[in-house]
């Protein structure tokens, strides 16, 4: 009944920014987004955690990414981005967006996106 909604990745190279956004919608009333979050899966690699944000603010990056990515929420619009700047070859994966949603009448329901490519390379 929720569906998160990624935009395109696409092919960058070294040294470029990027912006993602993830969007929830469904069927059912979403009453809150408690935490929401990026992971990646690169080739060969099991899939980890990019960057959380929770509804208040706080934010949490992989030590990988800190000071070049920054997440970001806009909870009106129960959307969120993921600002990727000094992008490096090593940033290549497909990031899945995720979202641990309060809805009516269902509850607590744990939703993904269906994951976009990012591609590094000169």
């Known amino acids: 009944q929720v569906q998160l909604v990624e935009s395109e990745g696409g092919l960058v190279q070294p040294g470029g920014s990027l912006r993602l956004s993830c969007a929830a919608s469904?069927?059912?009333?979403?009453?809150?987004?408690?935490?929401m979050g990026w992971y990646r899966q690169a080739p060969g690699k099991e899939r980890e955690l990019v960057a959380t944000i929770t509804v208040g603010g706080m934010t949490k990056y992989a030590d990988s990414v800190k000071g070049r990515f920054t997440i970001s929420r806009d909870n009106a619009k129960n959307t969120v981005y993921l600002q990727m700047n000094s992008l490096k070859p090593e940033d290549t994966a497909v990031y899945y967006c995720?979202?641990?949603?309060?809805?009516?009448?269902?509850?607590?329901?744990?939703?993904w996106g269906q994951g976009t490519l990012v591609t590094v390379s000169s």
């Open positions: 995720n979202a641990r949603v309060v809805t009516s009448p269902y509850g607590s329901l744990d939703a």
């Open positions: 469904g069927s059912i009333l979403i009453i809150r987004i408690n935490a």
